[in-house]
């Protein structure tokens, strides 16, 4: 077997350099993830490991009720936000972990600003927030299907960074990963919905209307890209035509920030000698 990609690895292979001078283009990302894992055994073996190790960070972090981690999870429809979640906490409690999916606003929250939904929904100290789809539909679909002025769109790349900016002064860390899919895969994923009686539910024939405006969600996340990855909260691209290298590489990008959050169990205040159990 071939050596396993480190933290620092797929770290390289998935950042979008906040410093970077030139314009970000997805197609300076791969779909596969082939150049971070040789083989879907290997994807398979680091996730098993990762997905145990997570488990064993939230566990001390939740007793410790150290800092708080949001994880923002975007991606085109099928991309797979909810498989990874499954995979990446497969072993971890859902006493701490908390997975909010933001669809269409409602009337209550188009009656306040954007980013009132989102706040509302941030982790607590020691648990783990998962946004599946986020802020950025503010700056995606909106801006696509033309949901806002534009003039207002435009301001929000920099209120979502000062949001997060406060979010991560205050102690939430912010890991935001991108599920970059190729437009093939996405058809055959829709097709294998239409096909597969247990997925048939999961097909939404806007679904449709979304993959002819390929060209223009791609154009879109470039400029969420290039604006938005932040040196406090930088942004990830995962390859994602391969669900196991997907969520191999989301849960090693994952196990990082709780590893850097060096969880520790509190101090429980008392000598376990001081007592005995009959
Ligand atoms: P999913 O496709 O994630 O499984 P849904 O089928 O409920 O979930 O789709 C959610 C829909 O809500 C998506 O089409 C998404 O673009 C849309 N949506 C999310 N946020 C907004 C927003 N702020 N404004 C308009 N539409 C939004």
């Keep these: 077997m071939a050596d396993q990609p480190s933290l620092k690895d797929v770290r390289a292979a998935t950042l979008v350099n906040p410093k970077a001078k030139k314009p970000v283009s997805l197609s300076d990302f791969e779909t596969h993830g082939g150049k971070i894992f040789d083989s ?28 708080a981690l949001l994880i923002v999870m975007q991606g085109i429809d099928t991309s797979g936000k909810d498989g990874t979640t499954k995979e990446a906490f497969k072993y971890t409690s859902p006493l701490g972990v908390h997975v909010h999916a933001f669809g269409k606003p409602t009337e209550e929250d188009l009656a306040h600003d954007y980013l009132w939904r989102l706040h509302k929904r941030t982790p607590r100290r020691g648990h783990i927030g998962v946004f ?46 991108m599920l970059h899919m190729s437009k093939k895969e996405q058809g055959d994923r829709l097709r294998e919905r239409l096909e597969v009686p247990e997925k048939r539910w999961k097909f939404n024939p806007s679904d449709l209307e979304d993959r002819k405006l390929w060209p223009e969600y791609e154009a879109a996340y470039e400029t969420v890209l290039q604006r938005c990855s932040t040196p406090w909260a930088p942004w990830h691209v995962v390859p994602s035509d ?4 997907r969520d191999a590489i989301a849960a090693k990008l994952i196990r990082g920030e709780l590893e850097a959050m060096k969880p520790e169990y509190p101090d429980p205040g008392y000598r376990p000698e001081q007592f005995s159990i009959d």
Excluded: C, M, W
Excluded at 242 to 245: A, H, L, M
């Design 242 to 245: 391969s669900r196991s290298r």
């Design 132 to 177: 599946n789809r986020s802020q950025y539909e503010d700056v995606l679909v909106v801006k696509v299907r033309k949901l806002a002025p534009p003039e207002l769109v435009e301001q929000r790349y920099e209120q979502i960074n000062q949001f997060e900016k406060h979010l991560v002064e205050n102690g939430t860390r912010v890991l935001k990963l």
């Design 40 to 67: 879907k055994k290997d994807a398979k073996a680091s996730l098993e490991e990762d997905a145990l190790a997570i488990n064993g960070l939230q566990d001390a972090r939740f007793a410790g009720k150290a800092g």
